[in-house]
Antibody, heavy 120, light 107 residues
């Protein structure tokens, strides 16, 4: 059974760094073709893709936020991470992680999401 | 970036209706389009992958189709559990981009 769960700070102040963790089970990021992506959704708005990381440590970032994003993984602990530097109120959103399988396409399983508020 | 123009943004529907939602891609994305359903306060659920393939566990009243650069999600004989937001996603090219979403509301 595939599960993913996001965790994060809940609230942080402008200019701080947002650190998110995706803890998953039922698959391994050391398996060929597996990946994890991060997606966010401001309240009442649409979905925005942020970054992907693959089993071979290949990484892709949304160019609109590229300089602020860092994605990484800990294969042995079945975790993926996303850091967003220099946050502001526009980064207030629910953040999701989701599984990707090369060949069948992205985001077949999603975490429950974690709400992050940036406020002074 | 590839733009996915989704329409309509909202739709008033009745149970039993056949509902069609469309995304138009700003350039060729081939078969690389997914459709997601999202209910209030919940995570998205993948319904269709590679434009026309039904995801596991998705009722057969859902279907996906493609005509040129237009991708459609059709729900036949709408049931109450289908009232939700729907999002398309292209993943042919980085960055993957979502449509703006369609909100289904009961009349």
């Amino acid at each position: 059974q595939v599960t993913l769960k996001e965790s994060g700070p809940g609230i942080l102040q402008p200019s701080q760094t947002l650190s998110l963790t995706c803890t998953f089970s039922g698959f391994s990021l050391s398996t060929y073709g597996m990946g994890v992506g991060w997606i966010r959704q401001p309240s009442g708005k649409g979905l925005e893709w942020l970054a992907n990381i693959w089993w071979d440590d290949d990484k892709y970032y949304n160019p609109s936020l590229k300089n602020r994003l860092t994605i990484s993984k800990d294969t042995s602990n079945n975790q993926a991470f996303l850091k967003i530097t220099n946050v502001d109120t526009a980064d207030t959103a629910t953040y999701y992680c989701a599984r990707i399988i090369r060949g069948t396409g992205p985001f077949d399983y999603w975490g429950q999401g974690v709400m992050v508020t940036v406020s002074s | 970036d590839i733009q996915m123009t989704q329409s309509p943004s909202s739709m008033s529907v009745s149970l039993g209706d056949t509902v069609t939602i469309t995304c138009r891609a700003s350039q060729d994305v081939g078969i690389y389009v997914n459709w997601f359903q999202q209910k209030p306060g919940k995570s998205p659920r993948r319904m269709i992958y590679r434009a026309t393939n039904l995801a596991d566990g998705v009722p057969s009243r859902f279907s996906g189709s493609r005509s040129g650069s237009d991708y459609s999600l059709t729900i036949s004989s709408l049931e109450s559990e289908d009232v939700a937001d729907y999002h398309c996603l292209q993943y042919d090219e980085y960055p993957p981009t979502f449509g703006g979403g369609t909100k289904l509301e009961l009349k």
